[in-house]
Nanobody, 124 residues
Framework: YVQLVESGGGSVQTGGPLRLSCTASGYRHSSGVCAGWFRQAPGKGREGVASIRDGGTTTNYASSVRGRFTISQDNAKNTIYLQMNDLKPEDTATYYC?????????????????WGQGTQVTVS
């Protein structure tokens, strides 16, 4: 049974930082399972933000966050992180951790097997 638990969401001022965490149980990130972060703003579809695979050596980012967000993993803690810097109001959304990419584009939510419950990020 795989479970993903996000934490670290909250309210932050424009330009500020925030770090999200996603701790997994039921599998090990060190085994090479792909993981990622998505977000969904009210009235919008789910958007792929970043992904990480190959033990953390390969990362991908949406163009809207490249240069501001960094995805990383700590194998000892079995945790994926999303460091978000220079936050903007348009980054406001519920952020979801995902794992287990079946194949196809990482940006498409339907290609992922497991999901966390989400954590809210509000930038004002």
């Amino acid at each position: 049974y795989v479970q993903l638990v996000e934490s670290g969401g909250g309210s932050v001022q424009t330009g500020g930082p925030l770090r999200l965490s996603c701790t997994a149980s039921g599998y090990r990130h060190s085994s090479g399972v792909c993981a990622g972060w998505f977000r969904q703003a009210p009235g919008k579809g789910r958007e792929g933000v970043a992904s990480i695979r190959d033990g953390g050596t390969t990362t991908n980012y949406a163009s809207s966050v490249r240069g501001r967000f960094t995805i990383s993993q700590d194998n000892a803690k079995n945790t994926i992180y999303l460091q978000m810097n220079d936050l903007k109001p348009e980054d406001t959304a519920t952020y979801y951790c995902a794992a287990g990419l079946r194949g196809g584009s990482w940006t498409q939510g339907y290609n992922w097997v497991w999901w966390g419950q989400g954590t809210q990020v509000t930038v004002s």
